[in-house]
C-alpha cells in the first residue's frame, strides 16, 4: 500500500511540475515539485524510497514532456548522497537546514545539467542568464516550497529518517 | 570519512540506468512508452491545468477588478486580430504593387487544413519552451508542423509526435530559428529565441524602426511565407553597428496561450536557416 501510494505521489508531482509550476513563475523560474516531494519523502519515509522512486520521477517527467529521462537521473543524482555527507559529516546543523542544503544545491545541480544539455543540443551558449535567471530565482524557489513542505510534518512531531540506509531498506519499512 | 557502501553501487546503477535510457531515446525505443503514459496522463494534466490556470490568471492579474481583466483578454484578442489583419492588408498591397510592376503574373492561392489543439504540457526547463498538445499523429500532425495562435501568430513547430499527443518548440525556445522579413523596411533577418523566452531579430542590415511589423519570410523552406510574428519592441545599437540588435515582442502571449492550430497542410522542406 505504501509503494502505490508513494508512486502516485511521485506520479502526481512529474505531472505538477509539467502543469502547475509553469503558471506560477517568479522572473522565468519555477520550482521543481518533484524534488521538493523527494527531499521530504527521504527525510520522512526514508532513502531508501527515494533510491526507488527517483527513476520513476525520471521516466515520468521524460514520458510526459520532451525531456531526456537520462539527464534527469543525473540532475537528480546527488540529492541522497548529499543528504548522507552532510550527515556524516557532522556538521552543526540540524535536519532541516541539511534536507535545505542538499535541496538547493541538486536544485542548482539539476538547472545545470538540464540548462547544459540544452546548450550542447544547440541553444546558445549563455552563462549570465543562466545565473541570473535560471539557478538563482529557481533555488530561491525551491527553498521556498520545500520549507513550506517540510516544516508542518515536524511540526505534527515527526522526527524522520537518517539518510544512513538500514538493513531492512525500503521493503522492511512497509 | 564517508562510507557511502549501498550509496555506491545505487549512485552507479543510476548512472547506468541514465546512459541506457539515453541511448533508448535516441534509438526511438521509449516513444511507445512516451504515448503509453501521455493517453493515461492527459486526463489529469486536464484537470491541473483546469484547476491552477484561472488561479496563475488572478495572481498575475492581482490588482485589477475582475471584470477589467476579462476586458483586457477580450481586447487583447481583438488586437491581435487587427495587428494580423493589418498585417495581412500590408502584405496584400505589396503583392499587388509587385504583381503590377510584373505586369499579368497572376498568384495562386491555397487552401489551408488547421488542427485545433489544446495546450496540456508546459516544458519549461532552462533554456527550453517546449509545450504538449492534446493532438498527434491521430490528428494528422507530424514533425515539422507549423503551430499557429488561435488568431493566426506564429507559435512554434511540432517536434515529437505520438498517436494522441505532441510537443511543440515555441519561437521563444532559445534553439528556435526562423527565417523572417521586416514589413516596413523590407529586410530579411533570423528571429531567435532568447534565453529569457524572449525574441530577437538577427543579421538584418536595414533601418529598423520600433513598431516594425516582423513576418516569416519563407525562406528555407520551414515556414510559409507571411505569418506574422511580432512587433519590434526595442532596437538599440548605433548606425556604426554592423548588426542593431532587434527585440521582438510576439504577437501573442505565448507563456498563457492554451489553444493552438497546427497547419497540417505546410510541408516543411527541414533546410537549416540562412547563416551570413
Not at chain 2, 549501498?6 to 534509438?27: D, E, K, N
Not at chain 2, 496522463?41 to 488572478?58: C, K, L, M
Amino acid at each position: 500500500m505504501k509503494t502505490v501510494l508513494i508512486v502516485i505521489l511521485l506520479l502526481l508531482a512529474s505531472l505538477a511540475q509539467l502543469t502547475v509550476a509553469p503558471l506560477f513563475p517568479i522572473s522565468g523560474a519555477q520550482a521543481d515539485i518533484p524534488l521538493v516531494t523527494m527531499a521530504v519523502l527521504a527525510v520522512y519515509a526514508g532513502p531508501a524510497t527515494v533510491m526507488l522512486g527517483m527513476p520513476l520521477v525520471a521516466l515520468f517527467l521524460g514520458f510526459g514532456s520532451s525531456r531526456a529521462p537520462g539527464l534527469l537521473i543525473i540532475g537528480y543524482l546527488p540529492l541522497l548522497p548529499l543528504g548522507l555527507a552532510f550527515e556524516e559529516w557532522q556538521l552543526p546543523l540540524n535536519r532541516f537546514v541539511r534536507t535545505i542544503l542538499a535541496g538547493a544545491i541538486t536544485g542548482l545541480w539539476l538547472r545545470t545539467v538540464l540548462a547544459m544539455g540544452a546548450m550542447v543540443s544547440g541553444a546558445p551558449l549563455a552563462i549570465g542568464p543562466l545565473i541570473g535567471q535560471v539557478l538563482l530565482p529557481g533555488v530561491f524557489f525551491d527553498l521556498a516550497l520545500l520549507t513550506l513542505a517540510y516544516l508542518p510534518f515536524r511540526f505534527v512531531g515527526w522526527s524522520g529518517h537518517p539518510m544512513s540506509l538500514r538493513r531492512e531498506g525500503f521493503w522492511g519499512s512497509n | 570519512m564517508l562510507i557511502f557502501s549501498r550509496y555506491t553501487w545505487w549512485v552507479a546503477s543510476m548512472i547506468g540506468l541514465a546512459f541506457l535510457l539515453a541511448i533508448m531515446g535516441q534509438t526511438g525505443l521509449l516513444r511507445p512508452f512516451q504515448g503509453v503514459f501521455s493517453v493515461v496522463t492527459t486526463p489529469i494534466d486536464n484537470v491541473f491545468s483546469g484547476a491552477f490556470q484561472p488561479v496563475a490568471s488572478f495572481l498575475s492579474n492581482a490588482g485589477n477588478v475582475n471584470s477589467l481583466r476579462d476586458e483586457n483578454a477580450r481586447l487583447r484578442i481583438e488586437n491581435e486580430t487587427l495587428s494580423n489583419k493589418v498585417t495581412q492588408l500590408q502584405q496584400d498591397a505589396q503583392t499587388v504593387n509587385d504583381l503590377q510592376a510584373a505586369l499579368k503574373i497572376v498568384q495562386s492561392s491555397s487552401s489551408e487544413t488547421r488542427v485545433a489543439a489544446t495546450v496540456v504540457v508546459i516544458d519549461n526547463t532552462p533554456f527550453t519552451d517546449v509545450v504538449g498538445i492534446d493532438r498527434g499523429s491521430g490528428s494528422g500532425i507530424k514533425v515539422g508542423m507549423v503551430v499557429l495562435s488561435a488568431q493566426g501568430t506564429l507559435m512554434g513547430t511540432v517536434i515529437s509526435v505520438n498517436s494522441d499527443s505532441a510537443f511543440v518548440r515555441k519561437i521563444t525556445d532559445s534553439k528556435s530559428k526562423v527565417n523572417a522579413h521586416d514589413l516596413e523596411s523590407k529586410s530579411d533577418g533570423i528571429v531567435a529565441g532568447t534565453p529569457n523566452r524572449g525574441l530577437t531579430f538577427d543579421l538584418s542590415q536595414a533601418d529598423i524602426k520600433v513598431g516594425d511589423t516582423i513576418v516569416t519570410s519563407g525562406l528555407g523552406g520551414n515556414y510559409p511565407p507571411g505569418i506574422p510574428i511580432g512587433k519590434v519592441s526595442a532596437v538599440s545599437g548605433t548606425s556604426q553597428d554592423l548588426f542593431r540588435q532587434v527585440t521582438v515582442e510576439p504577437g501573442v502571449r505565448l507563456s498563457t496561450t492554451t489553444t493552438v492550430l497546427v497547419n497540417t497542410t505546410f510541408v516543411p522542406q527541414r533546410i537549416s536557416p540562412a547563416t551570413p
